[in-house]
């Protein structure tokens, strides 16, 4: 903001030996014409020594295109700054003291009565002078009005007091001394801003002290409280174990180039998935009794289940106490179980490596028991395929040495048998139709027989029919004769390789057992483990900081975004 130039106050210090002779001088000075004339306000320190005399030079006055004036000699009276006003407007000043007005309302007061032309000895007076001229004081200037214009600059033609300029000695308008430069006054201004600031600045630090305790520092202590005074001390047992292979580096392939403990990297996995599933803490809770140990009353609320937990319930528990880990470089498994007894977390440990154990057992017997029984049931799938073959060959030399021309003989003599037994019933049956009121069952009957001589006469025919085809169904029968041999040959060497296979199979079964070898045994612990107070608490201590700290981004950052 631009404001307009202020009236200065010019002091000049002088040495105490001088200072009452140059004041005369300069009070006894005359005005001269074209030149800066001189009134003083001298007025001496408190101490005596030394005397400040103002001086405000201005303009002569202008020309006006006439001669000159003469030169008028100064007043020889000197008038002091302190001279008392009229009672009315003493009164007046005192109560516009009162009223409490702010130094920035004063400064505007006094620039308006500078612009109207009102001579005030102090600010209270311009805000009186300019109440009398019915004149707002506190008014908005326009920021037009800031920059002066050519008829501003020429006061003598407005009438309007513009300084510097010179000032008669007789009359009181200068400044009170008793008032406050604007200097003193914008530095009483700043140092009021600058308590504003501090104080803001006290109670923002107040506010997020206040924010840190409610969400920071209460929460850590409460942790802290807990860890120290109130968790119940926790015993670890620690084991480890590793699932070997028996052969070693034997056998040829690429398979044994590769270490025994990489092959039985897949079991010890296995091991580690078991021991970590909710089947393991049943079995652990029905032989060693879990559930009730983690329910016992010496067990710190928060660490403790209730009287009647559910496997759910009990396996958060069992995956918190139970860690497991494994090592593939080194094929081992490490495992570490916590209780609030030292030797209940052996007792637990050590039934978890029996369970270990008995799994690695069962996993290589399955595998063996897989790879045999595969093998027996492709020995007996061939075996049964090789006694196939033979029933068929027997059934081929069976029918192979009947006599063709006999058996055409015998079926030509069917066939005319079941001709003649046919034609008998079909007169019977005409005969039975032939009644007016034929009987139903009798008439069924014939039929029926009728029928099955029918049918019975077809099959004759058609076996007549491949019969007369001679020496062609002959040599079908040789050939399948042939080919059943054939069948039979191959069935034989299935068999031989489905034997040697499970010969095999039996051999690597034995060589690829499983056992598991206990490295480190679970000892129970005298001194306890959990919890650690002091790692716990600043591991509390971050992440509520880091709660808030994101809670506190958050809040900002959203409020810089709705504030835009």
């Known amino acids: 903001m631009t404001t307009k130039p202020k009236a200065k106050k010019f002091r000049i210090r002088r040495s105490s030996q001088g200072a009452e002779t140059q004041g005369a001088d300069a009070i006894d000075a005359p005005i001269t014409e074209g030149t800066t004339a001189v009134a003083t306000d001298v007025e001496t320190q408190p101490t005596g020594k030394s005397a400040r005399a103002v001086r405000l030079p201005s303009a002569a006055g202008k020309a006006g295109g006439k001669a000159?004036?003469?030169?008028?000699?100064?007043?020889?009276?000197?008038?002091?700054?302190?001279?008392?006003t009229p009672q009315g407007a003493e009164a007046a000043i005192d109560a516009i003291k009162r009223e409490g007005l702010t130094g920035r309302q004063l400064r505007m007061a006094?620039?308006?009565?500078?612009?109207?032309?009102?001579?005030?000895?102090?600010?209270?007076?311009?805000?009186r002078l300019l109440r009398e001229a019915g004149i707002d004081p506190f008014q908005r200037t326009n920021m037009l009005d800031l920059v002066p214009s050519d008829k501003e600059t020429q006061p003598a033609k407005t009438g309007r007091v513009q300084l510097p300029q010179t000032m008669e000695l007789g009359k009181t308008t200068l400044p009170s001394t008793e008032t406050m430069s604007p200097s003193e006054m914008r530095a009483i201004e700043i140092g009021e801003i600058q308590k504003d600031i501090a104080r803001r600045r006290r109670k923002r630090l107040l506010l997020l002290f206040a924010r840190l305790s409610a969400f920071v520092f209460l929460p850590t202590l409460f942790a802290g409280w807990y860890f120290y005074s109130v968790a119940t001390p926790m015993y670890s047992s620690k084991s480890s174990f590793m699932v070997e292979q028996a052969d070693g580096?034997?056998?040829?392939g690429l398979g044994s180039l590769l270490p025994s403990q990489l092959n039985a990297n897949g079991d010890a996995i296995a091991v580690q998935d078991y021991l970590t599933s909710k089947v393991a803490m049943i079995r652990l809770d029905q032989d060693v009794g879990f559930k009730s140990h983690f329910a016992s009353p010496d067990i710190d609320p928060i660490q403790r289940l209730d009287p009647n937990p559910t496997n759910e319930e009990a396996y958060k528990l069992y995956k918190k106490f139970v860690k497991i880990g494994y090592d593939p470089t080194e094929g081992s498994i490490r495992m570490e179980v916590v209780a609030a007894d030292p030797q209940i977390a052996a007792d637990f440990s050590v039934a978890l490596v029996d369970y270990a154990e008995e799994i690695a057992d069962d996993l290589s017997r399955r595998k063996r028991e897989d790879h045999v029984r595969d093998a027996r049931t492709s020995l007996d799938r061939a075996a049964q395929e090789r006694r196939d073959a033979q029933a068929a060959l027997v059934a081929l030399q069976e029918t192979s040495v009947l006599d063709p021309e006999g058996l055409i003989a015998s079926l030509r003599q069917q066939i005319s048998n079941v001709q003649i037994q046919l034609q008998e019933k079909e007169l019977q049956l005409a005969a039975l139709q032939d009644n007016a009121r034929p009987n139903p069952a009798r008439v069924e009957g014939v039929q029926g027989d009728v029928r099955?001589?029918?049918?019975?006469?077809?099959?004759?025919e058609s076996k007549m029919t491949e019969a007369t085809e001679g020496e062609s169904s002959l040599a079908q029968k040789t050939a399948q004769i042939q080919m059943a041999q054939a069948d039979l040959a191959t069935a034989d060497l299935i068999m031989q390789s489905a034997?040697?296979?499970l010969k095999q199979t039996e051999l690597e079964a034995s060589r690829q057992v499983r056992y598991l070898t206990t490295s480190v045994r679970p000892v129970a612990s005298e001194d306890p483990s959990y919890p650690r107070s002091f790692e716990n608490t600043v591991l509390a201590f971050l992440i509520f900081s880091g709660i808030y700290l994101m809670i506190s981004l958050t809040a900002s950052i959203l409020r810089e975004q709705v504030s835009s």
């Open 68 to 84: 000159g004036r003469a030169q008028e000699p100064a007043a020889p009276t000197q008038q002091n700054s302190d001279q008392p």
């Open 110 to 127: 006094r620039r308006m009565a500078q612009k109207n032309g009102l001579a005030a000895t102090s600010d209270y007076d311009a805000v």
């Open 249 to 252: 580096n034997s056998g040829t």
């Open 452 to 460: 099955r001589l029918q049918n019975l006469l077809t099959r004759l």
């Open 499 to 501: 034997l040697q296979t």
